[in-house]
């Protein structure tokens, strides 16, 4: 198995939810060629930028940090694809219809003890949120958001909209919000229209035999 790199600027936040958007930072688990977008923490910071968890001088203060602190960036980033793998494995089973592993709740859990020691209320323009305080754990802040959306779709969301693609290709998740519940496809223009070209194939070489 050969992994590929995809680069993280092409990636388009479609899960519906921080968490599986996440989750989303790999394709094709299982398959030959998995594609992997966190190849190094200044990934993940794109990726933060990429879903609108933070702005762009939040994500240069985070870069900065990430090239004075190298041992701690490469830590942060293999805990990002530890708790990734976990919401992973976690929204699957739920989309199958199946209990999510204690291992993998346990973990999620940690993180969430881990966050709530760095989680205070604050007011802004819009009203009243949470914001987070880094402390001495600058470069694994970005975690603690993706742990709690997690946990709030888990405890709060309507599961029976947590899905699967329908590509045997892809293995990203996404919130099915379409009225009918009718959604496939982690994204129409990608693997909808892959699905498309297949189905359109399939018909023409049937009228030709």
Sequence with gaps: METTWEPIEHFDPV?????????????????????????????????????????EERAEDLR????????????ALARAIELREAIYRIFSCVGGGQDPQTPDLDLLSGYLEEGARHRRLVRSDQGWGWRWEAGAE??????WPAAYAAAELLTEGDLTRVKECGSDACTWLFVD????????????????NRAKARRHYRRQKAKRT
């Design 138 to 143: 600058p470069l694994t802040q970005i975690l």
């Design 64 to 75: 900065t940090e990430a090239r004075a602190r190298p041992g701690e960036a490469a830590a």
């Design 177 to 192: 919000m379409s009225k009918n519940r009718s959604r496939r496809w982690c994204d129409m223009k990608d693997c909808g």
């Design 15 to 55: 899960g519906g939810n921080l968490a599986l958007d996440l989750a989303n930072t790999v394709s094709r688990r299982g398959q030959d060629d998995p594609g992997e977008k966190l190849r190094a923490y200044q990934d993940l910071v794109v990726w933060g930028e990429r879903t609108g968890l933070f702005d």
